[in-house]
């Protein structure tokens, strides 16, 4: 096998869902959405950057003619010392007011391109933290940390320097043209010849180059994408000595991402040439144009050498013009991309006059709900049933049988397809998610620990808790003991994912969180699966204490954790087959009986 045969199989391999390109016609109806984002600043720093660039556009339009007209044909061929001197300290005084507005122009700026880039980065982290659990499943992190990270890092520039550049640029032109064409229309319309040649320029690249900075993006995604995994999945990587293998497509996706990127930078920089080469003949159409004029008294040395000024300072907006428009190509590149996630609407949204409960006694309803996650295969099939409040329901069934499906429901991280389902009486749709979730808690198989200290993962579950409410519910649920012997008690810092703690440490640091939210509902999704037996012990106690007046759904396999359950419903392909005490499913000899008797089995093993 050759080595181009073996970096393709490798790179099948792996696959993430990734971005695609976003062909969306340029137009300025975007460009203006994106420039929305200036709209808290246009009573402060965009006024004041505004004015600088003002001051500084009209000082940069006298400088040459105060040069050319006034120092050399009516100060120095006349011999006018006293002109000549006044126009010496006039100009010194206006390069002096030229710096300060250039400075000031710089800061605030800046501090307006920031503000923006922290609006515009706030804005899409509060929005994609309110989309619905599909977005996340059908898009890799790595793709969303690039949007809401690079993309919009990428938008500084353009905020920064690009607005601001065009502004001044598009006046410093208009200003040009108009002085010229009244120092000598003839010598202005001789160098005008050579816009057609700049215009047909950027109308050639600009589809070619705005294509190039998406497949950028994309790259750059998909880069991101199988790092964070990586990084995420190191210990089954190595564990299963794929070192060689990942790094052979880390190294495939980051040629890609090079080439692609080399071929943006490439057609982006076919601009500076052809400006280059355009000033050029234009200067030559000017010397050669020009001296003519002057030999035949149809323009003076001073009108002369302030179209020189004037000229050099043409081709400095226009080549500056290339860039921001390269900085816009750049920019819609992103924010399209961007408002792509802000124009996602979440699956499941809250009601046009939400009902508050302040207070959830936690009867729930199912009534004939049915739900499918692709439109095809259906995970619920018309169930119905009753959980009272403060009672303790078990959830059993094989590998694909609904039992997450109807946490998911509880939740309202989906809504349901078919049927109702309501708490306390109110269908869920109507209820205010807020409310929803402030008392709702799941606690789950894989527990996430944040980094941080152990305080601060425990009071996550109530932000406004006090030390003392966070070491009760530690000690609540047995966490307390190990806390204390870590080296620095609650203040011990966790390592990411809390790596530093073992999988019962974590657990019960997920119960202390839970029971500190104090939930009226509270789901238990596999959350004892990967207890060691001498941790379920604890955590058995723990969970006495954590289910103790609450209701109380339990999704597990583990008999000690089910059989004291107030109901046990067996759930197979969506469908209640069974439901019942412990006491009661055993006597009937069915599916729950035939699960308890392989369990048992499996453990005499």
């Known amino acids: 096998m050759n080595i181009a045969e073996k970096k393709r199989l490798v790179m099948e391999r792996f696959h993430y869902p990734q971005d695609v390109a976003i062909d969306k016609p340029f137009n300025w109806r975007q460009m203006w959405r994106l420039l929305g984002y200036l709209k808290p600043y246009v009573t402060n720093l965009l006024p004041l950057s505004f004015t600088t660039v003002m001051v500084a556009t009209v000082v940069r339009l006298l400088l040459p003619i105060l040069i050319g007209v006034y120092m050399f044909d009516k100060a120095i061929i006349q011999k006018n010392t006293k002109l000549l001197t006044m126009l010496v300290l006039l100009i010194a005084g206006l390069y002096l007011l030229l710096y300060v507005a250039n400075f000031l122009r710089i800061r605030w700026m800046n501090m307006l391109g920031q503000n923006v880039i922290y609006d515009l980065r706030k804005h899409l982290f509060t929005h994609v933290q309110m989309l619905s659990h599909r977005f996340f499943e059908q898009r890799s992190a790595g793709s969303i940390l690039v949007r809401i990270m690079n993309d919009t890092t990428s938008l500084q520039d353009l905020f920064t320097n690009g607005v601001v550049n065009l502004l001044t640029d598009v006046l410093l032109l208009v200003g040009i043209i108009t002085i010229l064409l009244s120092l000598n229309v003839k010598l202005t319309i001789a160098i005008m010849v050579i816009l057609p040649i700049m215009f047909f320029i950027s109308t050639s690249l600009r589809k070619r180059i705005r294509a190039s900075w998406q497949r950028v993006r994309i790259k750059q995604s998909k880069l991101n994408s199988h790092l964070n995994e990586s990084l ?12 060689q293998e990942n790094s052979e497509y880390f190294h495939g996706v980051n040629e890609e991402n090079f080439a692609t990127w080399k071929e943006a930078v490439k057609k982006n920089a076919m601009f500076s040439p052809f400006v280059e080469m355009t000033t050029a003949l234009g200067t030559a159409i000017l010397i050669w144009y020009g001296a003519a ?44 991309r961007i408002f792509e996630f802000l124009d996602e609407r979440p699956l499941v949204g809250e009601a046009e006059n939400p009902i508050v409960i302040e207070h959830i006694h936690g009867r729930i309803d199912f009534e004939n709900v049915e739900f499918s996650y692709d439109d095809k295969r259906k995970a619920l099939k018309g169930i119905s049933l009753t959980i009272h409040p403060g009672e303790t329901v078990a959830l059993v069934g094989h590998t694909g049988s609904g039992k997450t499906t109807i946490a998911n429901l509880i939740s309202r991280f989906y809504d349901a397809t078919g049927g109702v389902i309501k708490i306390d009486g109110h269908p ?45 519910a530690a000690k609540a649920v047995g966490a307390h003991d190990f806390i204390m012997k870590l080296p620095n008690g609650y203040e011990t810092e966790v390592e990411e994912r809390g790596n530093i703690l073992s999988v019962g440490q974590r657990q019960l640091l997920s119960f202390a969180r839970t029971l500190l939210a104090d939930p009226k509902i509270l789901i238990l999704d596999e959350a004892t699966a990967s207890i060691d037996t001498e941790t379920e012990l604890v955590i058995q106690q723990a969970l006495k204490k954590l289910l103790k007046g609450r209701t109380a759904i339990i999704i597990a396999h ?48």
């Open 293 to 336: 004029l002057i030999q035949h008294d149809e323009c003076t040395i001073g009108e002369f050498v302030s179209f020189s000024f004037y000229l050099g300072m043409f081709w400095e907006p226009i080549s500056r013009l290339g860039q921001v428009y390269n900085q816009i190509l750049m920019g819609m590149a992103s924010s399209e």
């Open 232 to 243: 995420q999945g190191i210990r089954v990587t190595q564990s299963f000595t794929q070192e």
């Open 428 to 472: 869920i749709r109507q209820i205010s998610l807020a409310s929803l979730r402030s008392q709702v808690s799941i606690v789950l198989q894989d527990t996430f620990i944040f980094s941080g200290t152990i305080m601060e993962n425990i009071r996550f579950g109530n932000p406004d808790a006090s030390d003392e409410d966070v070491i009760a």
């Open 558 to 605: 583990r008999l000690s954790t089910i059989r004291d359950a107030d109901n046990i419903i067996v759930l197979d392909h969506g469908e209640i087959i069974e439901q019942g005490t412990h006491e009661e499913l055993m006597r009937k000899h069915g599916t729950y009986y035939e699960l308890i008797k392989a369990q048992h089995k499996m453990l005499e093993v």
